[in-house]
């Protein structure tokens, strides 16, 4: 298994986390115009990361059925 798609994985994960707190306090400040525009890209990179998560999956489960 590739070691360089779970280092993908947890970097997408914690930019996620980044996006997140940004997007709370766009809505604190009442920023609308950045709120969406974090919110497009968090739907994005959290695109992102469930087809990479499912990749992950899918062999892990592949190699274990082997």
Known sequence: MDSSEWTELAKITARLDEL???LDAA??????AAFYALEAVITELEATRDRLLRGLVDRVVDQAAA
């Open 20 to 22: 997140r707190k940004l």
């Open 27 to 32: 809505e604190d400040a009442n920023q609308i």
